[in-house]
């Protein structure tokens, strides 16, 4: 059973470009979310989706963007980027339901450094 | 603002040893908690979750809930350097979003 997978694993950017990263969920969960961790801290929420559509975010600007598919796939788009958007950005995935714990279980992330 | 509260660290223990860790939440009305274990260049990997208060044990590892105290801890007995890691308190709110900690790191010495 494949867990969450994330693409691509590293990649680096200059400022003011942007970036499209990519998530596939675990099977049989339907929500996906987005966390930023920093060096040196823990994950912060971006967003989730749910059905296609955003259903909770973060305190994160605009520049930050996010879609999920028909099969649960999400892409997380960031624009103009900056410096301090170099981070390592985590996928989660989490069963909808009346049986669901609530558990999150995370992809090996995408680390992103923009120069 | 919803906040969880952990001591950095690092926190040493020589191997054999108990290491507790400990953390801190803002949210009075938050149900659900758990341990992430993060060894250095990966991701979260979920180690305990817990609900009710009290004490919740899986192998070396025992989680203990105080919602009137609003604090939640982690102890590792037994301690191995492959424990050796950073782990990060989370809890739950609203759909399913976790509020994290920003970690204590664990250096346990052979």
């Known amino acids: 059973d494949a867990g969450v997978t994330q693409s691509p694993t590293h990649l680096i950017k200059t400022r003011g470009q942007q970036v499209t990263l990519r998530c596939s969920p675990k099977?049989?969960?339907?929500?996906v979310s987005w966390y930023q961790q920093a060096l040196g801290q823990g994950p912060q929420f971006i967003f989730q989706y749910y059905e296609e559509e955003e259903r909770q975010r973060g305190n994160f600007p605009d520049r930050f963007s996010g879609h999920q598919f028909p099969n649960y796939s999400s892409e997380l788009n960031v624009n103009a980027l900056l410096l301090g958007d170099s981070a390592l950005y985590l996928c989660?995935?989490?069963?909808?339901?009346?049986?669901?714990?609530?558990?999150?279980?995370f992809g090996e992330g995408s680390r992103l450094t923009v120069l | 603002q919803k906040e969880v509260e952990q001591n950095s660290g690092p926190l040493s223990v020589p191997e054999g040893a108990i290491a507790s860790l400990n953390c801190t939440y803002s949210?009075?009305?938050?149900?659900?908690f758990f341990w992430y274990r993060q060894y250095s260049g990966k991701s979260p990997e979920l180690i305990m979750s817990?609900?009710?208060?009290g004490d919740k044990e899986d192998g070396r590892f025992t989680a203990q809930l105080n919602k009137a105290s609003q604090y939640v801890s982690l102890l590792i007995r037994d301690s191995q350097p492959s424990d050796s890691a950073t782990y990060l308190c989370?809890?739950?709110?609203?759909?399913?979003?976790?509020?994290f900690g920003k970690g204590t790191m664990l250096l346990v010495s052979p």
């Open positions: 099977s049989g969960h339907d929500t």
């Open positions: 949210d009075r009305g938050s149900q659900s």
């Open positions: 989660a995935s989490r069963e909808t339901g009346a049986s669901s714990t609530g558990e999150l279980f």
């Open positions: 817990i609900y009710s208060n």
């Open positions: 989370a809890v739950l709110s609203g759909y399913s979003t976790l509020t």
